[in-house]
């Protein structure tokens, strides 16, 4: 008796997996021509075959701490090339949802932001912070204890006022915006904190501890993250490689600038807007487009694909269409500015505030998790050695 | 009837090319002084029929041999009515399409200055044309050998149809031909209809998309079986014995689990169901057999119960009984409460949710185990099949049935899903509550609470696992019953039961792909589990196809008609008894238990039993059995026909005999793909090689053919012989042609046989090569010429 080791399949593991974009999960039958095909797996012990098999069997401690379900970058070759439709791409993307819902920090953050009975209710957070909580308690506060006397103001009161379109000075001013989002940032990130250090502890007891210095490591991802030198493997979806590379980009122009900004708010105290041939405006703006086609591209890509490569779980969707909204919102928000259309203007902004909103303090249990996760995941995979020799 | 022969010689498809018309038509003229004898460019054309329906008209031909194609085409545009003998003369694929029409002779001629010089000259080839005589001769000798049929008509052909078993199977059978008109019987043992189907709560699909379990019809099915007037219901009831046969089966009822006088006697010890050889015809002395006193003395089997039901046909749908598998100590069965089977689980699930049988807790966690899992031994258990995969899959969909945190784990060697139970695989595949791996179970043990731990190496995880769960169940088979017991009580000479049982795990014997429902007993059809283990919905189109085998039987023998494989054959064996010896080996030899010997030994034919394979005939060494058209002298006097050139002509002579079930088609084949074999070989058909009477081998020798050859179907275990056992017999019966050989001084490799199934032409011209080459390695029979 004592040669097996006693596992204890987790069905709801599998009916979560299931019902996270892997329904197909159950067609499998393990012919393997999934790890034949894919261009990520290293060759000892290939993925995604075994993946596959264990989330069938509900054998979740054989995925969590798993390094290979996030090298796994979902090409979607072997959802192309399965027999069986059981598209083991769009599985892999599923269990990485169940991942992050698993490490995320509170777990019932998890749970709501990967299943859409919640949307509304968390749409609702900044809604009411923006549009409610923010304009009554500016008022509260007396005049006097306001920077330059500004209070936030009630969309309506906004979209009603006259005069040069300024969103810190008619809608909500800067103070109140860096305190919402401030808090957001840090309730994001110890969410981070809390899950990679869960995450780290599962994949050390899981695969040994690294072998190498983790910090040539983590150069060595980032660097391959600069280049998307994965991403280029794909076959399928090879042209991911590039809409993902404006995206990722477009980001971090998106980055920076907003560090400029707060230099330039703090630094040397200049208040937005900002002329257009502001150098810093020039990088925010440039940023934004690419972003806006890097995320245009990622759709019709996704769209393009569907039928080899699966249609998407809400999961990915909900994460393509925040940003896409934010992208949107945010050129609009500058343009109706420009425009000197208030009546949409200001609307248009607060949507942008509220998708901004839902992407950072969501970060640590929506798909943008990835970012992180993945990075872990590639660091120690690169620190014992598991990676494909190329 | 008074012959009048008509030879017609057709020179179309190139026979004329090949052969020598005005020198063949000589044979039918000359030799046999045919009165009329014509040939024509294309025979079965309407000019040529007429031709030959002129002649018959005005000439008063009735015995016509057409020197043509070969006899399996055109037999519709030949056919003259019954009132006429017809032989057709295979010509064309066994003589011009086969072997070469002209050959290269080296002739000595002298040229200008009068030099002999040698030279190549083609000429037409005689040994081709030497072939179609000899074919022509057979053939004519053939059509004056043989005689009109006359068909066996019984007085009163019963026609009932018995159906023993109602269960989903019989009920079904009994229904489909009460629907066609026919009056049934159902015999059923227990108290009540239904079987195994009436314990089971849902079946496997049996209409597309074959995904979901239906709901369990079988209630349906019982009243719609009671509630038909032409079906009479016996419950509690068992068969003492049948006795008589096809059109006449006189049934002797007992109630279920008593004995009757009508039971069937024990068998003597000489009766043992085995099929012998040949040669073992001596028999030790017989030992009256002593009874105990507590036992009722069994009448014989020849004598008639005057309390019988008569029927005309049976059809067997008795099922089986759920296999034991306690023999894998292992797995815990009889050992652990919560070990069952799958038939156990069945009960159960049907009358509520599913429960440990140890203390009646809610069983969530189930283990179905679909094979012993022995070290090397890739089995699943005995008698499982197909069926018991799908059972496995359905009764898992049971367990998520009803407790939606209900786990299912199939541990299988083999999932078998064939056809469309595809896609039932697949949707219980996608059942998340359904765990599914390869692995071979290697212990099963029992924890405190009563569950158990199942281990489990070499699965399709990668690794050797343990589960915890409620109950264990073990995919066991079905048992047919007739591994059990004979059912059918056959007062039958050859025995009670069915034959050669052991070879086959206790199911009844068929022809498996080309007779599925056939058995060795003319009449009597198996259906449903006691032929193969079945899914409900195979068991409804199984009874359905026996329920049509049993009417097809009835309106066969009605018409005095042979039933299967010679379907529509109105011969018979007749049997010259002045002569008979009691030897009693046509009753042993029959392959279809056609004879009961009387207790001097002389045979009691049952003509509709017999499917006229001939094998009584080539097994009589007193040569007194015959069909009219089908006879020791017909088939002597074709061998003798044959012109058997002089040692000094250096020309060989090969008498083979084929089978024309098989070989016989093949051998066709082979001249339509033109393939070229010896000219020295005579071919002659013949039922089976069973029919083949040793005497026939002595008249070839003896008139100085230097080899017999004997072609038929493959024997053995696997085998693919019609009548089952002619092919075996006839290779025993060899070897006392060998030791007959031995004594005159003859090579024993002289006469051989081989084996061909159909589809095997292209190794026919290899065969016979071989075998001409063995003839010639021998050399010449020495008896040529005496």
């Not at chain 2, 006189?250 to 040949?278: C, L, M, Q, R, Y």
Request: proline content about 5%; some cysteine.
């Amino acid at each position: 008796m004592a040669e097996g080791k006693l596992i204890k399949p987790d069905l709801n593991f599998v009916k979560r997996v299931m019902s996270s974009g892997g329904e197909s999960l159950k067609k499998c039958y393990q012919c393997a021509t999934c790890s034949v095909v894919c261009n990520m797996t290293p060759d000892d012990k290939p993925f995604p075959r075994k993946e596959m098999i264990h989330a069938q069997w509900g054998m979740k401690d054989k995925l969590f701490g798993n390094p290979d379900v996030w090298i796994c970058h979902q090409c979607s070759d072997c959802t192309a090339y399965c027999p069986r439709g059981a598209k083991p791409g769009e599985v892999l993307g599923a269990i990485r949802k169940v991942s992050i819902e698993h490490y995320s920090f509170p777990s019932f953050m998890g749970r709501m932001v990967g299943d859409s009975k919640f949307l509304i209710l968390l749409l609702l957070v900044p809604i009411l912070l923006f549009g409610v909580v923010a304009p009554y308690v500016g008022q509260l506060i007396p005049p006097q204890y306001l920077p330059e006397g500004r209070s936030p103001a009630y969309l309506h009161e906004a979209m009603s006022s006259s005069g040069p379109i300024v969103y810190a000075e008619k809608l909500m001013p800067v103070p109140f915006i860096d305190t919402i989002f401030i808090c957001a940032a840090l309730f994001a990130a110890f969410g981070f904190f809390i899950g990679v250090m869960k995450y780290w502890k599962d994949l050390t007891a899981f695969g040994g501890k690294p072998k190498g210095s983790i910090m040539s490591a983590a150069v060595a991802t980032i660097s391959d993250f600069l280049a998307h030198k994965n991403f280029k493997k794909c076959e399928v979806t090879v042209d991911r490689s590039k809409s993902h590379l404006f995206v990722f980009y477009g980001f971090v122009g998106l980055a920076i600038t907003t560090t400029w900004a707060i230099f330039y708010l703090y630094g040397l105290h200049r208040e937005s807007p900002y002329p257009l041939y502001d150098p810093m405006k020039i990088l925010g703006n440039a940023s934004a487009i690419g972003l806006l086609l890097g995320i245009s591209w990622v759709i019709s890509n996704r769209m393009k694909n569907a039928e080899k490569a699966g249609k998407g779980s809400y999961y990915d969707w909900l994460f393509i269409g925040d940003v896409l909204t934010i992208v949107v919102t945010g050129i609009l928000s500058e343009v109706l500015r420009l425009l000197g259309i208030g009546i949409l203007a200001y609307p248009v902004y607060f949507i942008h505030l509220v998708a901004i909103f839902f992407l950072f303090a969501y970060a640590p249990f929506s798909k943008m998790a990835h970012m992180v996760y993945r990075t872990t995941a590639l660091v120690y995979a690169k620190s014992i050695g598991r990676e494909k020799e190329s | 009837m008074e012959k009048k022969l008509g030879v017609y010689i057709c020179g179309g498809c190139s026979i004329g090319e090949g052969l020598n018309l005005e020198k063949l038509s000589l044979v039918a003229t000359k030799e046999y002084k045919a009165p009329i004898c014509k040939t024509h460019p294309a025979m079965c054309g309407e000019e040529g029929v007429a031709t030959i329906k002129t002649d018959m008209a005005a000439e008063g031909v009735n015995t016509i041999v057409i020197a043509a194609c070969s006899g399996r085409v055109k037999y519709d545009v030949f056919d003259f009515g019954p009132a006429n003998i017809v032989e057709r003369v295979n010509i064309r694929e066994q003589v011009v399409w086969s072997h070469d029409w002209t050959k290269q002779v080296k002739v000595k001629t002298k040229d200008a200055e009068g030099k002999e010089v040698v030279k190549e000259e083609t000429q037409p080839n005689d040994d081709t044309q030497m072939l179609a005589e000899d074919y022509l001769r057979m053939g004519i000798v053939k059509a004056q050998k043989m005689n009109q049929v006359d068909p066996y008509l019984l007085e009163n052909v019963e026609k009932s149809i018995l159906v023993i078993g109602g269960g989903i199977t019989g009920l079904t059978a009994a229904v489909e031909a009460a629907k066609t008109g026919y009056e049934v019987t159902i015999v059923e043992r227990e108290a009540q209809l239904g079987g195994y189907a009436a314990k089971q709560r849902k079946q496997v699909p049996t209409k597309a998309p074959y995904t979901d379990l239906e709901p369990n019809t079988i209630q349906d099915k019982i009243k719609e079986a009671t509630g038909n007037s032409k079906i009479t219901v016996k419950l509690n009831t068992e068969i003492a014995r049948i006795s008589g046969a096809p059109g006449q089966f006189a049934v002797s009822f007992k109630p279920a689990g008593t004995k009757s006088k009508w039971d069937i006697p024990p068998k003597k010890k000489e009766e043992e169901t085995k099929d012998k050889p040949a040669e073992a015809a001596e028999t030790p002395a017989e030992e009256p057999v002593e009874l105990p006193a507590d036992q009722i003395k069994c009448e014989d089997i020849l004598s008639s119960d005057p309390d019988a039901e008569v029927f005309g046909a049976v059809i067997v749908a008795a099922g089986g009984r759920p296999a034991d598998p306690s023999q894998f100590e292992h797995l815990g069965f009889g050992k652990f409460a919560n070990v069952i089977t799958n038939t156990m689980l069945e009960e159960k699930a049907a009358k509520g949710k599913i429960v440990r049988p140890s203390d009646g807790k809610e069983a969530k966690t189930v283990a179905f185990i679909q094979s012993p899992g022995l070290a090397g031994d890739d089995s699943d258990f005995p008698y499982a099949s197909s069926v018991t995969s799908m059972i496995s899959l359905k009764q898992a969909n049971y367990l998520t049935e009803d407790y939606s945190d209900g786990k299912a784990y199939i541990f299988y060697k083999h999932m078998r899903t064939p056809g469309h139970y595809e896609n039932f695989y697949k949707s219980a595949q996608n059942n998340p509550g359904i765990f599914l791996t390869r692995g071979e179970v290697k212990s099963v043990t029992e924890n405190a609470d009563k569950g158990l731990t199942v281990e489990v190496h070499d699965t399709i995880l990668g690794e050797k696992i343990a589960v915890d769960v409620d109950m264990v169940v073990l995919a066991a088979g079905m048992t047919p019953e007739t591994q059990f017991e004979p059912v059918i009580n056959l007062a039958y000479r050859q025995g009670p039961a069915f034959r050669d049982l052991e070879l086959f795990d206790g199911y009844a014997d068929s022809n498996y792909i080309c007779f599925p429902y056939e058995t060795r007993r003319t009449g009597i059809y198996t259906a449903g589990n006691v032929r193969q283990t079945m899914t409900n919905g195979e068991c409804v189109e199984d009874a359905t196809g026996a329920a049509l085998k049993a009417i097809q039987c009835l309106e066969s023998t009605n018409r005095g008609m042979a039933v299967h494989p010679r379907s529509g054959d109105m011969s018979f064996p007749e049997f010259f008894f002045q002569r008979c010896t009691q030897c009693k080996r046509c009753t042993e030899e029959c392959p279809f238990g056609a004879l009961d010997d009387d207790e001097k030994g002389t045979p009691k034919p049952n003509p509709t039993r017999c499917r006229r394979c001939g094998t009584c005939m080539g097994a009589c060494p007193e040569r007194i059995v015959s069909f009219k058209n089908y006879h020791i002298d017909m088939i002597g006097s074709m061998v003798k026909a044959i012109n058997v050139p002089d040692e000094d002509e250096e020309k060989y002579r090969i008498v083979a005999f084929i089978c024309e079930n098989d070989a016989l088609p093949a051998l066709d084949m082979a001249g339509l793909h033109k393939l070229k074999y010896s000219a020295d070989i005579r071919f002659i058909p013949v039922r089976c090689l069973g029919s083949v009477n040793t005497i026939w081998i002595a008249d070839a020798m003896s008139k100085g053919n230097d080899g017999v050859l004997l072609i038929g179907c493959k024997y053995g275990d696997d085998y693919q012989c019609h009548f089952v056992k002619g092919s075996e017999l006839c290779n025993k019966r060899m070897d006392n042609v060998a030791e007959t050989l031995g004594k005159l001084r003859l090579e024993p490799v002289r006469v051989q046989q081989i084996q061909f199934s159909i589809d095997e032409y292209e190794k026919i011209p290899e065969a016979i090569g071989k075998f001409v080459e063995v003839i010639e390695g021998v050399g010449f029979n020495p008896m040529k010429g005496f």
